[in-house]
Nanobody
Framework: QVQLVESGGGLVQPGGSLRLSCAAS???????MGWYRQAPGKQRELVAV???????IYADSVKGRFTISRDNAKNMVSLQMASLKPEDTAVYYC??????WGQGTQVTVSS
């Protein structure tokens, strides 16, 4: 079964850090892998993408704070988030090629 499972979300104070992980049940080697987020009442938006060649793209709102990485041997993608802000609060989703999606993990940034 083709599946993506996110983990690592939680409650963190402003300025804090979190690391999200996405485990795939299939080989991700040929896929562009991305993280997206959706805040209440807002559309889902791109956070970061890492291509099969390991090139990265970031939303302007997270540049310099978030880092996406991939481990093809383990079929995992990670999102290291630092200097978190309340506006980063959202459900974060992992995606393969924009068409295979995980169930999401909640990130809440609040004091």
């Amino acid at each position: 079964q083709v599946q993506l499972v996110e983990s690592g979300g939680g409650l963190v104070q402003p300025g804090g850090s979190l690391r999200l992980s996405c485990a795939a049940s299939f080989s991700i080697r040929a896929y562009a892998m991305g993280w997206y987020r959706q805040a209440p009442g807002k559309q889902r938006e791109l956070v970061a993408v890492i291509t099969s060649g390991a090139s990265t793209i970031y939303a302007d709102s997270v540049k310099g704070r978030f880092t996406i990485s991939r481990d093809n041997a383990k079929n995992m993608v990670s999102l290291q988030m630092a200097s978190l802000k309340p506006e980063d609060t959202a459900v974060y989703y992992c995606s393969a090629d924009f068409r295979i999606w995980g169930q999401g993990t909640q990130v809440t940034v609040s004091s």
